[in-house]
């Protein structure tokens, strides 16, 4: 066993990165101090090492349960929820959700700013965003469904298209 229940080789999220792979725990001396940290490599390229003692506040834990990602499918399949007149404040709402790394949170994200065919261009900020919400959740996702990120992406853009 890594650490806090997790073991080398699972998969985790970090609110701020996304989906990452635990590669195991390290000892290191820190200014004089023996520290373990997890260690968690993401698809990036990117290795982050989080200390033991601030696993919890980190935010990090495992992949949702098959049962929260059914409740994620509900949100992608709803309607889009009502829009606030201006894009800074749902943009910084936005942002909140996606650092929260709340996959219900996420899913509302990708439902309300997905755009069809046909239905105009979105600017480059929302873009942004909902660049951001699929990044986190579509490999999440990919994990509890045990497929691989292409065809999550093909169901979950099908869920978004309007029938």
Known sequence: MAADGFNSGDHVVYPGH???????????????????????????????????ANIKKSGLRGVVSRRVMQDVFGVLRGAPGAKKPMWRHRA?????????????AIAEILRDLHRAPGQGEASYSEKTVYQQAWDHLIPEMAAVERTDVESTAKKVTAMLEPA
Do not use: W
């Not at 725990?25 to 033991?52: K, N, S, W, Y």
């Not at 910084?92 to 219900?104: C, D, F, H, Q, R």
């Open 92 to 104: 910084l709402e936005y942002a909140a959700k996606i650092k929260s790394g709340n996959p219900l």
């Open 18 to 52: 996304g989906l990452g792979t635990v590669v195991g725990v390290r000892t290191e001396c820190v200014h004089d101090d023996v520290a373990e940290f997890i260690v968690v490599q993401f698809e990036a390229g990117m290795t982050l090492r989080i200390p033991m």
